[in-house]
């Protein structure tokens, strides 16, 4: 919701200063500039990407609006379903969570949370890092250093959509002189005979094309791009989360103690405090509030 008061506050702002100087609306709009621009624009993006980074560009931009996948209460849920499982396995042994990893949809561990069940790669994710540790083949090196490996190619394609986004924007200003360069050509083939009025209005409409051109890049594109970066940089976090937790167990600490290690990750503004989290594991759920 705040990126799209972001983008009425510019659009307000620049359409308002402009009226304040006595500027006419209708002298911005010139269609013709903006099929120039944005078109130009699509095509290159298109041209640049791969389809499968072409559409979950699209997805993230259109999902931006709805802030990360994971809050306070996610977390909470996601930091018990770790914990519910690392007590299994200690309880009933590595063996007990097979059932779990194989079909985790039909997991009653896993279908106490839906949400994180919702989530088809961090579900992925963990039944993957829980195979590793089943199999019992991995000391708790080497089992962080693949796990980091993973995170590291994860975060890399998350951040891919965004990347083309800002390549978009970054190119913007360049079709926005493109886009002026051709309306002053026009210009020049229409100067026998014309007024100074005519031209005048020509030239006017050629300046519009690199006033849009970086009107949109810096005060559209880029800052989406800025957000889709943000969001995916969040997301990411929640995938440390249950690495620190996997590892912490593995190394030897109890489930309360590893659960804590992952809480220590999140960062203020969604990390639940020690006493609340404690509450929810014990299934005294308070209600969930930050740690500052």
Request: aromatic share 8%; proline share 5%.
């Amino acid at each position: 919701m705040i990126q799209i008061i972001g983008s009425v506050v510019v659009v307000g702002c620049v359409l308002g200063g402009f009226l304040m100087e006595g500027g006419k609306l209708l002298a911005l709009w010139h269609p013709s500039e903006i099929i120039i621009i944005v078109g130009a624009a699509f095509g290159a993006f298109l041209t640049s990407q791969p389809l499968k980074v072409s559409k979950r560009a699209f997805s993230a931009a259109l999902a931006l609006p709805k802030g990360p996948r994971y809050g306070r209460e996610e977390y909470v849920m996601l930091l018990k379903l770790v914990y519910d499982i690392l007590v299994k396995m200690r309880k009933d042994g590595l063996l007990a969570i097979e059932a779990d990893l194989e079909a985790p949809e039909k997991s009653a561990v896993f279908q106490k949370y839906p949400k994180v069940l919702d989530d088809h790669h961090m579900v992925v994710f963990i039944t993957d890092c829980l195979r590793l540790i089943v199999g019992g083949t991995l000391d708790p090196h080497e089992l962080e250093s693949l796990l980091e490996y993973e995170l590291e190619t994860h975060h890399k394609e998350a951040h891919e959509p965004a990347h083309a986004v800002q390549k978009v924007a970054d190119a913007l200003p360049g079709f926005g002189i493109v886009a002026a360069v051709l309306g002053i050509v026009n210009t020049m083939g229409a100067l026998e005979g014309a007024d100074t009025a005519t031209i005048g209005a020509k030239v006017g409409a050629a300046l519009v094309g690199t006033f849009l051109g970086i009107l949109v890049a810096y005060g559209f594109i880029g800052p989406i791009a800025a957000g889709m970066e943000h969001k995916a940089h969040e997301e990411g976090k929640a995938f440390e989360v249950v690495k620190m937790a996997l590892v912490a167990s593995v190394r030897g600490y109890a489930p309360p103690v590893a659960v804590e290690f992952a809480r220590k990750l999140l960062f203020s503004e969604v990390r639940p405090t020690f006493a609340d989290l404690e509450a929810h594991l014990k299934g005294k759920p308070p209600p969930v509030k930050a740690a500052h």
